[in-house]
């Protein structure tokens, strides 16, 4: 596609040829997928490249998070007495094909450091509720 400082006509000529380009790219670039068609973006040719967003879309989630008190904010300077506090291990895990949460936090509580338990060993699991499956 042309940039801005390519062409040399009146203000709607331009905009025409910039249509008929549109246009153009999204016949070449249409494909059939199942039931649905895709087409890739008619990005400008003279653009500012984007920045990375992986941190905006983090902090939302943890905001989110929070506001529903599913996380506290913990201060690392308060005097907790003989309470331990743990960090758990985290890590965002996307799912951008999902409508609903195309990004959730996922705990890892098997993290540890060697020879000590992680969070999960020291996690009553109560009786065994379902049959071995080897068993079966």
């Known amino acids: 596609m042309m940039g801005p ?25 249409v494909e059939k997928r199942g039931k649905s068609y895709n087409v890739k973006l008619a990005f400008e040719s003279q653009h500012e490249k984007l920045p990375g967003n992986y941190a905006i879309m983090v902090d939302a989630v943890f905001k989110e ?24 291990p985290h890590q965002p895990v996307l799912t951008p094909s999902k409508t609903t949460t195309k990004c959730r936090v996922v705990v890892d509580g098997s993290a540890h450091f060697k020879g000590k338990p992680s969070r999960n060993d020291q996690i009553n699991q109560g009786p065994r509720i379902l049959p071995d499956w080897v068993d079966l």
């Open 5 to 29: 400082d390519e062409f040399t006509g009146s203000l709607e000529d331009e905009k025409l040829q910039m249509e008929r380009e549109t246009d153009q790219h999204f016949k070449k670039n």
């Open 65 to 88: 998070q929070l506001k529903k008190n599913i996380l506290e904010i913990v201060d690392p300077d308060e005097d907790t007495g003989d309470r331990l506090i743990h960090y758990n």
